[in-house]
């Protein structure tokens, strides 16, 4: 039973801030319901990083950077020159959090590979024959929350006394619970000990940050042909792979000195103290995550300016390995400190929904190229298998509660190009990924610009520039709400809740490659 709690609580850390994000509306609790299903957003390639041409103009039906294939496979077919490419990219989250009646803002920024690969187009009497490899950056996990504020509801205490806490054990080894009465039935928040009336609670201080880090990506294959005239035809395989950091400070802050009791000897020498000055957490969590990916596409030209396409993607099967670690540091006003830790691991896999693309391209008319797509998802069917017989049942729940909370969804995007001249290229594109969750309030709108350049023969410069922005209510800690009306015949039953931060967050990514012309 320890494991399980021990696992299902690093699950519900995830569910603090993330994809996205996890956001089924205000008056429900996530963190106590979706654990592992989080990885359905998590994990989800929905930021569509790729490339700065592929990042603002869908390649369902187009062919222009190098990530096109991630949308279309059969779009490579399209491409007439051989060239390899190479890029980087650059994200920054600023957050706005409104927490405890006050409001924090916090930032944070990540620099590492976008793409590199190549594309070679056979030389063909008839049709085309393109093959490709390398690597696409597709996701990214930045976040940052801060918060302060004076909480005069809950306390994060009231999380370690929840029955199953995984903290339950570090958190009573350092008097941030105790046992709730005298025939030690069940455990209560320190800060809840030593008053007339049981639940009676004073506030406390509150602040802390949680940042989040990491990327996802994919190492690919892909091949197209033209298999009949103008029909292109193409194939992708793909190994996923990708790291995420989680990691959380949280502090409880006894500035007004309210807690002065004298009922646990801090000092092993019979001199009771506890005064509590300050209680501290601190979380970590280190996934990777690896997969295989299979896409199939088709494109018809209907004619020189117009393409249709089409392109399905399998479900998709990932190992997820974690780490989790957690530290509770208890000071009292005379500079006692309790201290203790705890470490877990844990393998398991999220088996991922597939996908459905349609979309268009106009290709220069006037110089103007305009490519739209749009792509179905049912995020319903994502399956968690912890691939553990005696966790069968929590199996089960899990996925139940996916089917029934999560949804299908339609992700929209377009983009428009301008061509200059033969050395100039203008982009610009906007997407909209509504929320995966019922009654979700996270839907993102993207907006994409950015240009390519030549800078000699051979050699182009691609730049562009991606805006996110969202809105979302997170949980920073889930608690147990008792009912204090049984006593004192029966130990008090538990309501689990949460205490959520509303966010504001803008994303940027900035992103610039380099073509080299292989022709």
Same mark, same amino acid.
């Given at each position: 039973?320890?494991?399980?709690?021990?696992?299902?609580?690093?699950?519900?850390?995830?569910?603090?801030?993330?994809?996205?994000?996890?956001?089924?509306?205000?008056?429900?609790?996530?963190?106590?319901?979706?654990?592992?299903?989080?990885?359905?957003?998590?994990?989800?390639?929905?930021?569509?990083?790729?490339?700065?041409?592929?990042?603002?103009?869908?390649?369902?039906?187009?062919?222009?950077?190098?990530?096109?294939?991630?949308?279309?496979?059969?779009?490579?077919?399209?491409?007439?020159?051989?060239?390899?490419?190479?890029?980087?990219?650059?994200?920054?989250?600023?957050?706005?959090?409104?927490?405890?009646?006050?409001?924090?803002?916090?930032?944070?920024?990540?620099?590492?590979? *976008?793409?590199?690969?190549?594309?070679?187009?056979?030389?063909?009497?008839?049709?085309?024959?393109?093959?490709?490899?390398?690597?696409?950056?597709?996701?990214?996990?930045?976040?940052?929350?801060?918060?302060?504020?004076?909480?005069?509801?809950?306390?994060?205490?009231?999380?370690?006394?929840?029955?199953?806490?995984?903290?339950?054990?570090?958190?009573?080894?350092?008097?941030?619970?105790?046992?709730?009465?005298?025939?030690?039935?069940?455990?209560? *928040?320190?800060?809840?000990?030593?008053?007339?009336?049981?639940?009676?609670?004073?506030?406390?201080?509150?602040?802390?940050?949680?940042?989040?880090?990491?990327?996802?990506?994919?190492?690919?294959?892909?091949?197209?042909?033209?298999?009949?005239?103008?029909?292109?035809?193409?194939?992708?395989?793909?190994?996923?792979?990708?790291?995420?950091?989680?990691?959380?400070?949280?502090?409880?802050?006894?500035?007004?000195?309210?807690?002065?009791?004298?009922?646990?000897?801090?000092?092993?020498?019979?001199?009771?103290?506890?005064?509590?000055?300050?209680?501290?957490?601190?979380?970590?969590?280190?996934?990777?995550?690896?997969?295989?990916?299979?896409?199939?596409?088709?494109?018809?030209?209907?004619?020189?300016?117009?393409?249709?396409?089409? *392109?399905?993607?399998?479900?998709?099967?990932?190992?997820?390995?974690?780490?989790?670690?957690?530290?509770?540091?208890?000071?009292?006003?005379?500079?006692?400190?309790?201290?203790?830790?705890?470490?877990?691991?844990?393998?398991?896999?999220?088996?991922?929904?597939?996908?459905?693309?349609?979309?268009?391209?106009?290709?220069?008319?006037?110089?103007?190229?305009?490519?739209?797509?749009?792509?179905?998802?049912?995020?319903?069917?994502?399956?968690?298998?912890?691939?553990?017989?005696?966790?069968?049942?929590?199996?089960?729940?899990?996925?139940?509660?996916?089917?029934?909370?999560?949804?299908?969804?339609?992700?929209?995007?377009?983009?428009?190009?301008?061509?200059?001249?033969?050395?100039?290229?203008?982009?610009?594109?906007? *997407?909209?990924?509504?929320?995966?969750?019922?009654?979700?309030?996270?839907?993102?709108?993207?907006?994409?610009?950015?240009?390519?350049?030549?800078?000699?023969?051979?050699?182009?410069?691609?730049?562009?520039?991606?805006?996110?922005?969202?809105?979302?209510?997170?949980?920073?800690?889930?608690?147990?709400?008792?009912?204090?009306?049984?006593?004192?015949?029966?130990?008090?039953?538990?309501?689990?809740?949460?205490?959520?931060?509303?966010?504001?967050?803008?994303?940027?990514?900035?992103?610039?490659?380099?073509?080299?012309?292989?022709?």
């Amino acid at each position: 039973m320890r494991k399980m709690t021990r696992i299902l609580y690093l699950m519900s850390l995830l569910l603090l801030v993330i994809g996205l994000k996890k956001t089924i509306g205000q008056d429900t609790n996530p963190v106590n319901s979706l654990l592992y299903s989080n990885q359905a957003n998590l994990f989800s390639d929905q930021n569509i990083a790729m490339d700065p041409i592929s990042i603002i103009m869908p390649g369902t039906a187009y062919a222009g950077g190098f990530g096109s294939f991630l949308d279309n496979p059969a779009s490579a077919a399209l491409f007439n020159t051989s060239f390899g490419e190479f890029g980087l990219a650059y994200t920054a989250v600023d957050e706005t959090a409104q927490f405890a009646n006050s409001t924090r803002s916090l930032s944070d920024n990540q620099f590492n590979l *976008s793409n590199a690969g190549f594309v070679y187009s056979f030389p063909t009497q008839r049709g085309s024959l393109v093959v490709g490899a390398g690597y696409n950056q597709h996701t990214v996990f930045n976040r940052a929350l801060g918060f302060r504020g004076r909480n005069e509801q809950t306390t994060i205490t009231d999380q370690f006394k929840a029955p199953g806490s995984t903290y339950a054990d570090i958190a009573f080894n350092t008097f941030a619970i105790d046992y709730g009465d005298e025939f030690e039935d069940w455990d209560e *928040s320190i800060f809840r000990i030593g008053f007339n009336d049981f639940g009676d609670y004073l506030g406390i201080q509150q602040q802390g940050e949680i940042f989040e880090s990491g990327y996802g990506g994919e190492y690919s294959f892909f091949a197209a042909t033209e298999f009949q005239q103008d029909l292109m035809v193409g194939v992708s395989l793909g190994i996923l792979n990708g790291r995420y950091k989680y990691d959380r400070l949280f502090q409880e802050v006894d500035n007004f000195n309210d807690y002065n009791s004298d009922f646990i000897d801090s000092n092993d020498d019979g001199t009771g103290d506890t005064d509590v000055d300050n209680i501290l957490l601190q979380d970590r969590i280190r996934s990777n995550y690896t997969g295989f990916k299979l896409r199939a596409g088709a494109i018809y030209r209907l004619s020189d300016a117009l393409h249709l396409g089409a *392109s399905y993607t399998l479900g998709t099967r990932m190992e997820i390995e974690e780490r989790f670690d957690a530290n509770i540091q208890t000071t009292f006003d005379n500079g006692v400190v309790f201290e203790d830790e705890l470490n877990s691991e844990f393998t398991y896999y999220v088996e991922m929904p597939s996908r459905t693309s349609v979309g268009f391209s106009l290709n220069d008319v006037n110089s103007v190229t305009v490519s739209a797509s749009a792509e179905y998802v049912n995020y319903g069917g994502t399956r968690i298998d912890f691939n553990d017989g005696s966790l069968f049942e929590d199996e089960i729940a899990e996925n139940e509660f996916i089917e029934t909370n999560f949804r299908s969804v339609w992700n929209l995007r377009g983009g428009l190009q301008y061509e200059v001249n033969d050395g100039l290229f203008l982009r610009g594109g906007y *997407s909209y990924f509504p929320s995966k969750f019922e009654n979700g309030t996270d839907d993102r709108s993207i907006f994409s610009f950015g240009t390519g350049l030549s800078l000699a023969p051979g050699v182009q410069l691609d730049l562009a520039a991606q805006y996110t922005v969202w809105d979302e209510v997170s949980s920073v800690y889930d608690y147990a709400d008792y009912d204090y009306s049984l006593l004192p015949d029966d130990a008090p039953t538990a309501t689990f809740r949460s205490e959520n931060a509303s966010r504001e967050v803008d994303r940027w990514k900035m992103m610039a490659t380099i073509r080299f012309s292989m022709n």
